[in-house]
């Protein structure tokens, strides 16, 4: 995403002799290969090095057939350590796929953080059997035990109830758990209830603020309550909700971020939420927060090596110090006594008491992260 945002800037002050901009790494880079072998002229979207000038083939262009793609060929990596350093996955071995790029929500804007839109302007999606026979694949050649797909929102609707369905009958929701990212707003009661019969486990959902005025500011297009409610239905059918959070915006006070801390708690409280991440705002370069802070001159620095989510790189209402704190209050909400015996009570395997250690101790690295 950084050097298709800024392609210019990347080859100049990097050594590489080329820059593929745009989401389909996988498409342009065979394009590329066959452009330097002669076979073909090049896609849209190859920045490249020409004597002591910069130039490039234009501005990339998202037009290719997501269901023309072969499967990863894993065996060409050590595909079985991302699961196992990952520390989200319950069941290993694990793995990743990614049937669409990125989030339909593009087509209302996207989120104004989110620097995946400069990747993926509009959203594709490969078909529901494609996902599925692909997941044959790993648990049949790998013996995969867990799935995260990783497009930025997955498919909702529709898609979903058929994928859901043939998990079903394909007897996968009995051989998998399968995790994915989500989006408040997407899905309702018995969309829930279908993820969970199909062997879905982990959500994972954008938070980001307990405030309206922020949701509304980074374009969630959701309400607070609509966000509860949903936590609340996916937690009771056995779904196991991760939310992520962020501390930091250039609007709000230390009060309003205390109001997210508390909704944190309280989720945890409740049970609506399993498991949880917490952040440092960033506005990465591309996205509409970026713009809006460089308009407004809120930017503190574009030293890029501090845009990885542990500091404040933008003026804020409340000093670094203090979003570090908070952001380790949100991770200290973990450590109630009612979450603390929940997750013990689910324990029922020695991969239960696996996961939950490995849990603990990235809780305990959050913090020391984020210590003063």
């Known amino acids: ?12 002050n990097s050594k590489v002799d080329f820059v593929i901009t745009g989401g389909d790494y996988d498409f342009m880079l065979l394009s590329l290969v066959e452009w330097l072998e002669g ?11 020409d004597g002591g000038k910069i130039k490039n083939t234009g501005i990339f262009q998202l037009t290719h057939d997501l269901n023309l793609l072969p499967f990863i060929d894993r065996d060409l990596t050590k595909w ?11 069941r290993t071995p694990g793995t990743y796929t990614m049937v669409g790029r990125d ?14 839109t400069v990747l993926y302007p509009k959203y594709r999606v490969r078909k529901p059997e494609l996902l599925v026979e692909e997941i044959g694949m790993l648990v049949e050649r790998y013996g995969v035990k867990e799935v995260f797909d990783d497009t930025g929102t997955f ?6 109830r ?32 279908l993820m969970a019969e199909a062997g879905f486990r982990m959500l994972l959902f954008g938070l980001e603020s307990a405030n309206e005025e922020t949701l509304e500011r980074i374009n969630k ?3 607070l309550n609509r966000m509860i409610d949903e936590l609340k239905w996916a937690s009771e059918v056995g779904l196991e909700p991760h ?34 991440q917490a952040t440092i705002v960033i506005p990465y370069p591309g996205t509409k927060m970026f713009e809006e802070c460089k308009e407004k001159g809120l930017l503190v620095t574009e030293d890029w090596d501090e845009y990885d989510m542990r500091k404040l790189v933008m003026k804020a209402p409340i000093d670094e110090e203090d979003v570090k704190e908070l952001t380790q209050e949100l991770y200290k909400s973990f450590f109630t006594p009612k979450y603390i015996l929940r997750r013990l009570l689910s324990i029922r395997s020695f991969e239960d008491v696996k996961f939950v250690w490995r849990g603990a101790k990235k809780v305990l690295g959050h913090l020391k992260d984020f210590a003063q």
């Not at 079985?80 to 319950?90: F, Q, T």
């Not at 989030?103 to 995946?116: I, L, M, V």
């Open 103 to 116: 989030c339909w929500h593009r087509k209302e804007g996207g989120c104004t953080f989110c620097a995946w």
């Open 39 to 49: 076979k073909s002229k090049p896609e849209s979207g190859i920045y490249y090095r």
């Open 155 to 160: 498919p909702a609707g529709n898609w979903l």
């Open 221 to 223: 297009n959701v309400t």
């Open 162 to 193: 058929k994928f859901c369905k043939l998990m079903i009958e394909g007897g996968y929701n009995n051989e998998i758990c399968f995790s994915c990212n989500t989006r408040f707003g997407a899905l309702n009661k018995e969309d829930y209830e």
């Open 243 to 276: 939310v992520t959070i962020m501390v930091g915006y250039p609007w709000e006070s230390k009060d309003d971020a205390m109001k997210t801390v508390k909704l944190a708690r309280w989720l945890f409280e409740k049970g609506y939420a399993c498991t949880l």
């Open 80 to 90: 079985w350590l991302y699961a196992y350093k990952n520390g989200n996955y319950k």
């Open 1 to 12: 995403d950084h050097v298709t945002a800024l392609p210019q800037e990347s080859l100049k």
